[in-house]
């Protein structure tokens, strides 16, 4: 799961954590999915947001983490090549920088390296949770 940035400007970082791990709690417990992994949640530029935003993510991501951690079937992922800097941002200061058409670029862009830190989680987990059979 990759939510949460969107409602910061609407709910209190308590109601987002509720309602991420709710969802969470849901997936797994409700519908059976034996392991979830809750992204963590991604800065923005300080222009483009509230002038707390940083602030709000750090603190929304702390309590994931802690709360994850004392769930059964839920991870937090800790999302890689996302904290030395904002450069991975699009010139919008939100969205992930997108790939130009160069086949160099495109392993190294903020894109390709989220979609590298998705699959990661996914195999992390699969392994820890002995999901994981070779083919």
């Excluded at 750090?58 to 904002?86: S, T, Y």
Aim: glycine content about 6%; hydrophobic content about 40%.
């Amino acid at each position: 799961m990759q939510i949460g940035e969107n409602d910061i400007l609407l709910n209190s970082d308590e109601v987002i954590v509720r309602d991420i791990l709710s969802l969470a709690s849901y997936l797994h417990s409700g519908v059976g999915i034996r392991t979830v992994i809750v992204g963590q949640l991604l800065r923005r530029q300080p222009w483009a947001s509230s002038s707390d935003f940083n602030d709000r993510i750090v603190a929304i991501n702390v309590m994931l983490k802690e709360q994850c951690a004392a769930m059964n079937g839920v991870h937090f992922w800790p999302h890689r090549g996302f904290w030395e800097d904002l450069t991975f941002l699009c010139h919008d200061g939100v969205h992930l920088r997108c790939p130009t058409p160069s086949p160099l670029v495109v392993t190294a862009s903020p894109m390709h390296r989220f979609w590298r830190s998705v699959r990661s989680a996914i195999l992390h987990h699969r392994h820890i949770s002995g999901q994981y059979h070779s083919a």
